[in-house]
């Protein structure tokens, strides 16, 4: 009879496992009511062990939020085919199962968790945003964005922040329905911009001019016709 033999872990192998597992508890209750004697017991160690590879809960929040941070801006990544709207549609979904996910640890890191005040946290938090406008900006094959565009996309990555954390309060309108939402938003923050700023215009023209009928930014377009009339 072969008995098994638990396999020692290796330092790094022991770091990813305690931030896998405190990313599971942090996604079911925020960071704040998560102990370490909790992270422990889930990772199957003693408490002094965890100790031994993070100093405290701060820097184990951090590093979970660094892999948190990394998996949330990756899903702002999408290929450059299609239209935009469709492309966005796709942004936002991804984004809402990032949401879905990890619910309670998004809220307390969009809204101030154990790790308020922390520089690593504030930064991870903005490369997180800066990724999303980077990628907005090579969606619209735009280098070099006019005050009003950038002024349009961080408001809009903003929007789609505080979007999430309001649906997670009691998620009483259906996500599917906001993932577009977002999506017109964008179109229509980018329409009232073009009203006012020529080069604006050009890049809303640029938008639409490949977008399908039954596409988002279509979609918009009737409904705001419809409403008009």
């Not at 990813?16 to 990313?23: F, R, T, W, Y």
């Not at 996910?101 to 938090?125: K, Q």
């Not at 990724?131 to 907005?136: G, L, R, V």
Request: proline share 5%; glycine share 6%; hydrophobic share 45%.
């Amino acid at each position: 009879m072969t008995i098994g033999v638990r396999r020692r872990l290796g330092v790094d192998e022991r770091r990813q496992q305690l931030i896998g597992v405190a990313l599971e508890l942090f996604s079911r209750r925020s960071p704040d009511d998560v102990s370490i004697d909790e992270i422990a017991s889930a990772a199957g160690i003693s408490r002094p062990l965890v100790y031994h590879y993070f100093p405290g809960k701060l820097s184990l929040y951090e590093a979970a939020l660094k892999r948190a941070s990394d998996d949330l801006a990756a899903r702002f990544a999408e290929p450059h085919d299609g239209p935009l709207g469709a492309r966005l549609l796709r942004v936002m979904h991804r984004f809402f199962d990032f949401v879905d996910e990890h619910g309670p640890g998004f809220s307390a890191l969009m809204r101030g968790g154990p790790a308020v005040g922390s520089s690593t946290t504030n930064a991870l938090i903005n490369s997180v945003r800066q990724a999303a406008y980077d990628q907005m900006l090579s969606h619209l094959d735009i280098e070099n964005p006019p005050a009003r565009l950038e002024l349009i996309v961080r408001s809009w990555i903003s929007l789609a922040e505080s979007t999430a954390l309001i649906w997670l309060d009691g998620r009483r309108i259906p996500r599917a329905e906001l993932e577009n939402q977002l999506v017109h938003d964008f179109g229509a923050l980018a329409a009232v911009s073009a009203a006012y700023d020529e080069e604006m215009a050009a890049v809303v023209r640029r938008m639409l001019k490949d977008e399908p009928a039954d596409g988002p930014f279509g979609d918009l377009v009737a409904r705001l016709i419809a409403l008009s009339s």
